[in-house]
T-cell receptor, first 112, second 113 residues
Framework: GESVGLHLPTLSVQEGDNSIINCAYS??????FIWYKQESGKGPQFIID?????DKRQGQRVTVLLNKTVKHLSLQIAATQPGDSAVYFC???????????FGGGTRLMVKP | DTGVSQDPRHKITKRGQNVTFRCDPI?????LYWYRQTLGQGPEFLTY????????KSRLLSDRFSAERPKGSFSTLEIQRTEQGDSAMYLC???????????FGSGTRLTVV
């Protein structure tokens, strides 16, 4: 199948370890942020989102942290599994805007 | 399956030909978006519909590109006189108003030879 992200930054972790994927966003006026997971040949899959009035949000095995002071977003995956291997993108939406602007993506490789 | 559907999944065309892609959004979503993704990059916004109205268009959407959503349900994206630089994954997404939760389809992979 096709490969998403041939030359992306890569994070390699051992199965069972925690993963942290970072993203620097561009617009201080952005009010909404989403993390997506993308596997080869598939569209982006929603993982977790956060609004700008929050600094942390937790889901099942995932946590998103937002630091508006330095315009930084992170995705933490607990107990990383082989099925988590994919390319991860952060996306931001400007306040009063409609479309998402995506970051460059990080490839996560999970070693069994 | 109640997700976003895109057709076809793959399209190979010769340079200069016209191609058309279809997107069926989640039925209760009134907003529909088209994005383009090239290898190694995140998706880039092309255009956005609210119901049948096309409200935003990116500078990436040249005159050779046209998108429609005639009844506020499915949408089509047509590329005329395709060029090799048009080769990419074309993604459709939908959302329920400006609320959270943009859901993407699996995309149409276009290869122009």
């Amino acid at each position: 199948g096709e490969s998403v992200g041939l030359h992306l930054p890569t994070l390699s972790v051992q199965e069972g370890d925690n993963s942290i994927i970072n993203c620097a966003y561009s617009n201080s006026a952005s009010d909404y942020f989403i993390w997506y997971k993308q596997e080869s040949g598939k569209g982006p899959q929603f993982i977790i989102d956060i609004r700008s009035n929050m600094d942390k949000r937790q889901g099942q095995r995932v946590t998103v942290l937002l630091n508006k002071t330095v315009k930084h977003l992170s995705l933490q995956i607990a107990a990383t599994q082989p099925g988590d291997s994919a390319v991860y993108f952060c996306a931001e939406r400007k306040e009063a805007g409609n479309m998402l602007t995506f970051g460059g993506g990080t490839r996560l490789m999970v070693k069994p | 399956d109640t997700g976003v559907s895109q057709d076809p999944r793959h399209k190979i065309t010769k340079r200069g030909q016209n191609v058309t892609f279809r997107c069926d959004p989640i039925s209760e979503h009134n907003r529909l978006y088209w994005y383009r993704q090239t290898l190694g990059q995140g998706p880039e916004f092309l255009t956005y519909f609210q119901n049948e109205a096309q409200l935003e268009k990116s500078r990436l959407l040249s005159d050779r590109f046209s998108a429609e959503r005639p009844k506020g349900s499915f949408s089509t994206l047509e590329i005329q006189r395709t060029e090799q630089g048009d080769s990419a994954m074309y993604l459709c997404a939908s959302s329920p108003g400006r609320a959270d939760g943009y859901t993407f389809g699996s995309g149409t992979r276009l290869t122009v030879v």
